[in-house]
């Protein structure tokens, strides 16, 4: 999927979505990394927040108008997930020892089973009527 500027200045800047865009709320808030190729967004999801249909995964992106990303979720768990998570967090400012502590289980070393990434397919720019 080719981005406009628009929407990738959008994805660079936002770095918050949230997993129900029905009823936006604190409690479903993530943040998340952004990979302009792809696109690419890599956050957490808990087992009880997973679609049942993750080739069909929405998240809000945007407020007004809502911008919503539709894609793929896929488990971001392999060790060149990991590497390119940590990649991307540094670039963004983070620093090392927590973006490792966020990515990583201190415990075994292994990626977090909790990453997971949404390949964009689209955004759809929903309006809002009340």
């Known amino acids: 999927m080719e981005l406009s500027a628009e929407l990738a200045q959008l994805l660079k800047g936002t770095l918050l979505l949230n997993l129900n865009i029905e009823s936006p709320g604190w409690d479903d808030a993530r943040g998340y990394l952004f990979e302009m190729s792809g696109p690419t ?13 993750p080739e069909k995964m929405r998240v809000l992106i945007g407020h007004s108008p809502r911008k919503i990303a539709e894609g793929e979720l896929m488990a971001a768990t392999s060790q060149d997930d990991a590497a390119r998570q940590l990649e991307l967090a540094i670039l963004q400012g983070m620093e090392e020892s927590k973006a490792r502590y966020m990515i990583f289980d201190s415990r075994s070393g292994r990626p977090r089973k909790t990453r997971y990434k949404l390949i964009v397919a689209r955004i759809l720019c929903v309006q809002e009527f009340d």
Not at 41 to 53: G, S, T
Request: charged fraction near 25%; hydrophobic fraction near 40%.
């Open 41 to 53: 967004l890599y956050f957490p999801v808990a087992k009880k927040y997973l679609p049942e249909n």
